[in-house]
T-cell receptor
């Protein structure tokens, strides 16, 4: 199956700093990528839909100025958590759909665990 | 109302037994898709099985089968001959609308399955 990578896998940062998380589709092109957040022992909550070459679509309640999304190419989307605070500590997961969908599947990255101290 | 409901927060099953994980959904769309994902402790989301709303046959993938009861809006996952490696969190998810490639998934709260040797 298709592969989606995320970098970094883990990051610890100090409160007030910004952190960038990359999501790459390694063997396919993706016009659309999705960013999810998962708190411990909870489900995945969609944060935003990232569209190549256009602005991201944010879910209700997600601050677009705090979670900056850039989908600069068909294989790369980035999520920047600006002025991070401890409550932003979470597991962030991206997913992508193939540009020429073979079917229905969303391919998930391995996730990034963010800890803000 | 919850779009995806998983009523079993945790289950314990003896190795080699079959297990059914419950999922009910709510949508007014005629075209939709239902997914099951497995999330081990490492965090990655592993796709297990998919059922389209117009698929007449229940989906099967190896030891996994999906018991799709459209009138009841139910999409239960059945794992036959459970193995120790099946211990993980299991999420049911839904795509609402036709499969055009940019549709988001809505996840249930998950069921933690523990296989007992």
């Amino acid at each position: 199956g298709a592969v989606v990578s995320q970098h970094p896998s883990r990051v610890i940062c100090k409160s007030g700093t910004s952190v960038k998380i990359e999501c790459r589709s390694l063997d396919f092109q993706a016009t659309t990528m999705f960013w999810y957040r998962q708190f411990p022992k909870q489900s995945l909550m969609l944060m935003a839909t990232s569209n190549e070459g256009s602005k991201a679509t944010y879910e209700q309640g997600v601050e677009k100025d705090k979670f900056l999304i850039n989908h600069a190419s068909l294989t790369l989307s980035t999520l920047t958590v600006t002025s991070a605070h401890p409550e932003d500590s979470s597991f962030y997961i991206c997913s992508a759909r193939d540009l020429a969908p073979r079917g229905y599947e969303q391919y998930f990255g391995p996730g990034t665990r963010l800890t803000v101290t | 109302a919850q779009k995806i409901t998983q009523t079993q927060p945790g289950m314990f099953v003896q190795e080699k037994e079959a297990v059914t994980l419950d999922c009910t959904y709510d949508t007014s769309d005629q075209s939709y898709g239902l997914f099951w994902y497995k999330q081990p402790s490492s965090g990655e989301m592993i796709f297990l099985i998919y059922q389209g709303s117009y698929d007449e046959q229940n989906a099967t993938e190896g030891r996994y089968s999906l018991n799709f009861q459209k009138a009841r809006k139910s999409a239960n996952l059945v794992i036959s001959a459970s193995q120790l490696g099946d211990s993980a969190m299991y999420f049911c998810a839904m795509r609402e609308g036709p499969n055009f490639g940019n549709e988001k998934l809505t996840f249930g709260t998950g069921t933690r399955l523990t296989i007992i040797p």
